[in-house]
């Protein structure tokens, strides 16, 4: 083991070098293409106005209205794809026979592209939050109820007969042999569930909404203030990357 | 009168998988009959598929026999008896998630031993097998010897007076297997546990036995039993004794045909259930 990384390590800096300058020339390449190479600004602004930009956003906190509502559409959609996924996944990976049934139709609706359920939630629900919250929690069930069945559902039967022969109840079943056996399936479930739910909730605001940020973007991309526009995509872009280490964070804690 | 009664007694059992006509159905096991002495250890032994691990599972409640009845010190098995035996498995029967420590306590949670005491008696275990010095490690990382040992502690923790083991050291290599044959000779020679113990190996049979029991081809019943009459502890230098190598070739003899019978009814793999479970390849589904 000892070995191995050593002999990894000038790989993977010279790996993580490599990835450095490639994003300074990427960002070399924009700068140039803005003040030497005359792209228009309309189409892609000057990276250092997006830096001030950026700076704007975060400094004067213009972003928190259209951050709460998006967090607040993903809080809800989450809440119900995990209440109802784990739920239903648990009651299905109770009997073979009904994994027999659900999983190859659940696997197969999830194959679908769910984004086409939008129309129809806007025509329901409206504009607002709550059509949000219902793609992102249809997207997001799928995930998790598969994964809820995956993890509950193919406990090594070798497990349950020694704990029955031992004489453990079902209390203990589920709470000694079950669930610390399922838990790192369902724990993945979840997170996938999380971050689907997360793109599906922006982008369901950038097609058909009144608010939020995947809105506001689209807000600066119809009055042509790109600079500004490209300092939210970046905004959001680190906003997603945080919570989606947050949640990795927490399911590598929760592990055995 | 209680000396009289046998541990375990099975009365005419016969058992089937699924029903006639389905692609499952199996007829297991045919009216088999059995008694297990008291203080004795009884090694099951037959071709693969004869129903060994079925008359395991049926002697310690996990299943009913589709006929006929067992009963342990006399009371019939309707269920799990934890109190009265407790079970080895072949393999990864030890929880993963817990430490060596861990799944012996677990093992006393499960059966109901007072909290207060199921240290003293897990530490006791342990030394018994010789693992104490791996109680905080995880099964995967010890070996495949010292798993079964920790599963064995695991066993002899609920302090039954019954042990029913299914070919516990049957994934081992042959020399583990010898070592560990040894210790569990010298452990039961220190106990008065009455033991049904399934394997494949002539010699485990002969090394280990009171007494074996034969079994025919599926549908398994008791073709003979032979009686091993040699005093535990036993040394490394019975397997190189004439009287060890005169019953090993009986019952290879007996065994010869049944194997031979086997073999020849198989014209499909043999499907495993319940001893292979899916979980491991199943934990990558997702
Ligand atoms: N749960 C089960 N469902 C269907 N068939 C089974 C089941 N368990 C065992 N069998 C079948 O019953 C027969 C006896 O199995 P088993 O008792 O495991 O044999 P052994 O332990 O002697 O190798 C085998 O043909 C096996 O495939
Ligand atoms: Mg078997």
Known sequence: MNGDGRKNAPHRLSSRLVQVAFLAIVLLAWFLATTRWGVSRILLPNPVNVWHQLIDIVASGAFIPDLRITLGELAGAFAISMSLGVTIGYLISRSRYLIRVFEPLLAAIYAIPIILFLPLYVLLLGLGPASKIALGATISFFPIVLSTIAGFGYVDRRLVTAARSMGANNIQMFRYVLLPAALPVVLAGLRLGFTVALLSVIASETIASFAGLGHHIVDLAENMDTARMFAYIVFVIAIVAFLNAVVSTIEGRARW | ?286
């Open chain 2, 1 to 286: 009168m209680a000396s009289a009664q046998p541990a375990i007694r099975v009365n005419g059992v016969s058992h089937q998988f699924g029903e006639p006509g389905e692609a499952r159905y199996v007829q297991a096991l045919l009216d088999t009959s059995l008694d297990v002495t008291r203080g004795e250890l009884l090694c099951l032994i037959g071709p693969s598929g004869c129903g060994k691990s079925t008359l395991l599972g049926i002697m310690g409640g996990l299943f009913a026999p589709t006929t006929g009845a067992v009963a342990v010190a006399g009371k019939p098995v309707r269920g799990p008896m934890p109190r009265d035996l407790a079970f080895v498995f072949q393999e990864s029967a030890l929880f993963p998630w817990n430490t060596v420590r861990e799944n012996v306590m677990l093992g006393m949670t499960f059966q109901g031993v007072a909290k207060a005491e199921r240290g003293a008696r897990a530490r006791r275990a342990l030394e018994a097998v010789g693992l104490i010095d791996f109680a905080e490690h995880y099964p995967g990382q010890l070996s495949g010897g010292m798993r079964q040992r920790a599963a064995l502690a695991r066993a002899l923790s609920l302090e039954t007076d019954i042990l029913l083991m299914d070919e516990p050291f049957g994934a081992l290599d042959e020399q583990t297997r010898m070592v560990l044959g040894e210790d569990l000779s010298v452990l039961l020679s220190r106990s008065n546990k009455t033991i049904v113990f399934v394997t494949h190996s002539l010699g485990e049979a002969v090394f280990l036995a009171d007494r074996v029991a034969v079994f025919s081809a599926r549908p398994g019943t008791i073709k003979q039993i032979i009686v091993v009459d040699e005093p535990h502890p036993r040394k490394p230098s019975f397997m190189t004794a004439p009287k060890f190598h005169a019953l090993r070739d009986q019952l290879y003899g007996l065994l010869h045909d049944e194997i031979r019978k086997a073999m020849s009814e198989t014209t499909q793999p043999r499907r495993r259930y319940g001893q292979t479970g899916p979980a491991e390849t199943d934990g990558e589904r997702v």
